[in-house]
């Protein structure tokens, strides 16, 4: 029996429409939410997400503050930037899209934004909350993946969850994620030994780790939750995950596609962090 399809891009609307009406209500205060979003260079790829997150803020009723510098920019021009960005009141959430030129530190960039901006949940402060289970800002992957994983209805707690991928942007974090919500949560990397027998006992399987279809769909065990993080792009031009689809949705008891699964879920939980700032603004 073929697994079900966890439809991020479905979930990822529902939550993007009651996101617009609590903006709405926001604005109606005087606190409209905002998101300052800075682009650096002609990146083919980032000027696309760019485009997605900026289109999803206007639907949703939010300010969108583009910011859109030449690749030749100075660091130090950039930095002044998010400096003034970190002191606009109008801004609730500060994005500064990776990746940047090589001739600018990018862990410097990151650090400047003030973590009560820092909407991505990437700043070494944001981070260290989400270890100690208090988060301020949770990384919108991480974030879109818990939310898909309740939508597919796998019970977390208890179970065995297999995290392929230890980025601090998508694997470390959802793994702590899961450990807070009382899975047995093991971490998985290039070093891994045997990892078809790891997987094969998942209850949950999140793969991110950026390989075309790595994780054969043999290695399932039937009826476990698999989340595929990975965008892959064929020699074909086809789009494909990091799991072999075909076969694990044959296993699977349910399973994002890709596309369609995790990349609507990260835009539609940048909104919600910057909402959430929004509201701390109107709280103050």
Known sequence: MAAKIIDGKGLAARL??????????????????????????????SQIYVRNKTKALAEAGFACFDH??????????LLELVKALNLDPAVD??????????????KRVLLAIDPA????????????????????????????????????????RGANAVVVGRSNIVGKPVAVLLTNADATVTLCHS????????????????????RAEMIRGAWIKPGATVIDVGTNR??????VGDVEFATAVERAGAITPVPGGVG?????????????????????
């Open 16 to 45: 993007r429409g009651a996101m617009a009406e609590e903006a709405r209500l926001l604005t109606a205060r005087g606190v409209r939410p905002g998101l300052a979003v800075v682009l650096v260079g002609d990146d083919p790829a």
């Open 68 to 77: 859109h510098l030449g690749g030749d920019v100075a660091e130090a021009k």
């Open 93 to 106: 959430g500060i994005l500064v899209q990776l990746p940047l030129p090589k001739h600018i530190d990018s």
């Open 117 to 156: 901006k820092d909407v991505d949940g990437f700043h070494p402060e944001n981070l260290g909350r989400l270890l100690i289970g208090e988060p301020r800002f949770i990384a919108c992957t991480p974030y879109g993946i818990m939310k898909l994983i309740e939508q597919g209805g796998a019970d977390v």
């Open 191 to 210: 070093k891994t030994r045997d990892l078809p027998a790891v997987i094969a006992g998942a209850d949950i399987l999140v793969a991110a780790i950026g």
């Open 234 to 239: 064929l020699p074909t031009g086809k789009l």
């Open 264 to 284: 609507p879920m990260t835009i539609a939980m940048l909104l919600a962090n910057t909402l959430e700032a929004a509201r701390r603004r109107a709280a103050r």
